[in-house]
Structure formats: structure tokens, C-alpha cells
């Protein structure tokens, strides 16, 4: 069935590296996700991953995707307190239409 | 660009009561999609549309929710007979058909049922 299951909470130390992890079912999503959602907003693109790349960098944040284990990883180095935020993974399902998947989300939490 | 728009952004209203909570896409985008999002469940698809047409319905909990999309810029989500189990926080989301099909987010109707 259709699932994106991540953990549901993350603390570090402000200036620590957090590491988000993901895994999906749908092995011919094309695009993988990470929204961000802060307190009282809707979601947020953060990044996201072709499923023919193996590594995404953007500034603060690396996406690792592992096709084979079905697995996506969000990392955020140096992180703030204004990262503290809800982070979704999620994957858009090829097999007609747009339909999105969302996990749960990950509540991080940023400890000064 | 103003983004997705929804109204309200808070509705408070007794159980049996109808509620209607209102989305405007952003321009051209021609995917809208309707989440419920609580503590407990997270976040759930309930609808979404293409072209205006409900494709997928399957997320819509029971007989009480309806969703209508009657023209691309305007859609609504209805609940009757609103129950306290309703309470949750509603987004509207678009999205265009070309490269990554980000969905872009409203910020949500809170709605509390008493």
C-alpha cells in the first residue's frame, strides 16, 4: 500500500547536524519531498530529489536517497533554533494523477 | 502572487451545525487538493481535484463531508453535520502539472466543533 513513514520526534543541540530519515513504498516515484511546516503555517517546500539522483546539497541541506532500500534522508548542518519545525517527507505517486503521500512529519526541536 | 487563499482562518461552531470552508488556488494551477491535519492522525488527504473534476475521494470520511470545485479558482469543503471529532485544521493545497509539482499550501482553516 501507499505509505512514507518517518519518526515523529528529533531534539538537538543548536549548531549539531540533524539527521530526519524516511522510507517509502512506491519504488517509480519520480519526485521525493521534504515540506517544512512552522507553528500556525501551512506546508512548505524545502527541497526535494529526482529519483535518478543519489544526493541533493542546497546551502544547510543535504538530501540522500537510497532507491534500493527505499530510503531518504534529510540533513541539516549547523541547525538553528529557527529550524525547529515540523518536517515532512513525502512522494509523488506516478501511477496517475499527482496524488502526494505525506509521512507523519518529524517534530524537530532545537535546543539552545 | 497571493498565494493560496482560505477563509476563514478560525470557525467556531456547535455540533449539528453546518460549515463551509472556502479555497482560492493560485492562479493556473490546475490540481487542488483538500488535507485535515490533527494530532492524532496527522495529516490526511480527504480530496483532490483536476481540472475542477474530484479525482480521488477516497480520503472524504464519511457521508457529512463534500467537497465542490464549480470553476479553477474556487473550491469548497462542507461539513454537515459538523461533529467535535471534526476539529481539526484544514488546508487547501495547488499545484501546476510541470517539473516537480511542489503543492503550495494555504494556512489552514482551524476549526473547533463544540
Known amino acids: 500500500g501507499e505509505d512514507v513513514e518517518q519518526s515523529l520526534f528529533l531534539s538537538v543541540r543548536e549548531g549539531d547536524s540533524s539527521v530526519i530519515n524516511c522510507t517509502y513504498t512506491d519504488s517509480s516515484s519520480t519526485y521525493l519531498y521534504w515540506y517544512k511546516q512552522e507553528p500556525g503555517a501551512g506546508l512548505q517546500l524545502l527541497t526535494y530529489?529526482?529519483?535518478?539522483?543519489d544526493m541533493k546539497q542546497d546551502q544547510r541541506l543535504t538530501v540522500l536517497l537510497n532507491k534500493k532500500d527505499k530510503h531518504l534522508s534529510l540533513r541539516i548542518a549547523d541547525t538553528q533554533t529557527g529550524d525547529s519545525a515540523i518536517y515532512f517527507c513525502a512522494e509523488r505517486m506516478d501511477g496517475g494523477g499527482f496524488k502526494t503521500i505525506f509521512g507523519a512529519g518529524t517534530r524537530l526541536f532545537v535546543k539552545a | 502572487d497571493a498565494g493560496v487563499i482560505q477563509s476563514p482562518r478560525h470557525e467556531v461552531t456547535e455540533m449539528g451545525q453546518e460549515v463551509t470552508l472556502r479555497c482560492k488556488p493560485i492562479?493556473?494551477?490546475?490540481?487542488l487538493f483538500w488535507y485535515r491535519q490533527t494530532m492524532m492522525r496527522g495529516l490526511e488527504l480527504l480530496i483532490y481535484?483536476?481540472?475542477?473534476?474530484?479525482?480521488?475521494d477516497s480520503g472524504m470520511p464519511e457521508d457529512r463531508f463534500s467537497a465542490k470545485m464549480p470553476n479553477a479558482s474556487f473550491s469548497t469543503l462542507k461539513i454537515q453535520p459538523s461533529e467535535p471529532r471534526d476539529s481539526a485544521v484544514y488546508f487547501c493545497?495547488?499545484?501546476?502539472?510541470?517539473?516537480?509539482?511542489?503543492?503550495?499550501f494555504g494556512p489552514g482553516t482551524r476549526l473547533t466543533v463544540t
Open positions: 481535484f483536476n481540472n475542477n473534476v474530484p479525482i480521488d
Open positions: 492562479s493556473g494551477h490546475d490540481y
Open positions: 493545497a495547488s499545484s501546476g502539472t510541470g517539473g516537480k509539482n511542489e503543492q503550495y
Open positions: 530529489i529526482f529519483s535518478n539522483m
